[in-house]
């Protein structure tokens, strides 16, 4: 009898670990799918982020219920005396959904928290050189994205991405791109895909996109990605995702491979919103 109820109880343990994300999501639906951001809320963005004026009612109702999830489920910190407020949260929270607009919850899954800092901040690097030799010394950055689930920013920073939307930078965008490159397990460029054709494609046009934007770098040609992108595969990425966002018509035109890959990957043209 004892044995029959064990074994009973360890089905129902692997039943419900086996179906948890379905039910995970059946209970977030029941609990965040009727909420919207309410008019104060709405009022911030439409002042603060340029995409968001330009979205159908649709799209901003997708990316409010993204929000209001985000918002509940991440977690944000203050560092070097910032006292966060809802609005600073709101916005970013709000820009980090953009990218996922047409991806099902759980969003940016590894994503835990996020530490806003007032401006650039001060960070501790360790670096070695040739002969094996480590020095300390701290760099000045504006943000950082940690493969176990910390995103670091600097709030000024978040805010000239937005004031200025057009301009092929906003840390925000590049931060959680690399949070979705990272989603893999590695930082390599090359986001969670869904078939080996995907994969195939993908490493065939963003290598040629990566070399071309190295090439152009190097012998000084004119180049729509800025050329930070340059420095490896993973800033590649991260860049690319913001002019994508940012500068959609002239990524299109300088490299229309890359620029479908990236529709393809993202579920949704940015063009439309500029
Ligand atoms: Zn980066």
């Not at 050189?129 to 701290?138: C, E, R």
Request: aromatic fraction near 12%; charge should be neutral; charged fraction near 20%.
């Amino acid at each position: 009898m004892i044995n029959g109820l064990l074994i009973l109880t360890l089905l129902a343990f692997v039943v419900i670990y086996w179906r948890w994300p379905s039910i995970q999501n059946q209970l977030w639906q029941k609990k965040y799918q009727a909420t919207l951001l309410n008019e104060n809320q709405k009022t911030i963005l439409l002042r603060s982020m340029p995409i968001y004026q330009k979205m159908t009612d649709a799209e901003r109702q997708k990316l409010e219920r993204h929000i209001v999830w985000f918002l509940n489920e991440k977690c944000f910190v203050g560092c070097d005396g910032l006292v966060l407020n809802d609005a600073m949260k709101l916005i970013v929270a709000a820009d980090a959904c953009v990218l996922v607009l047409n991806k099902p919850w759980p969003l940016y899954q590894n994503v835990k928290e996020i530490l806003l800092y007032p401006s650039a901040y001060y960070a501790a690097q360790t670096s070695r050189d040739g002969a094996g030799l480590v020095s300390y010394h701290n760099t000045v950055r504006q943000g950082e994205s940690w493969p176990g689930g910390t995103l670091v920013l600097s709030w000024h920073d978040v805010l000239e991405g937005n004031r200025l939307p057009s301009d092929g930078h906003n840390l925000v965008f590049h931060e959680f791109a690399h949070q979705l490159d990272q989603e893999t397990g590695k930082t390599t460029g090359t986001p969670l895909l869904t078939s080996s054709a995907d994969y195939k494609e993908w490493g065939r046009v963003f290598s040629h996109a990566f070399t071309q934007l190295k090439s152009h770098v190097a012998y000084n040609m004119p180049h729509v990605i800025h050329s930070y992108g340059a420095t490896n595969e993973a800033e590649f990425f991260a860049v690319l995702t913001e002019t994508f966002l940012e500068k959609p018509s002239e990524l299109r035109q300088y490299d229309p491979q890359i620029y479908r890959l990236l529709v393809n990957y993202y579920q949704f043209d940015p063009i439309k919103w500029h």
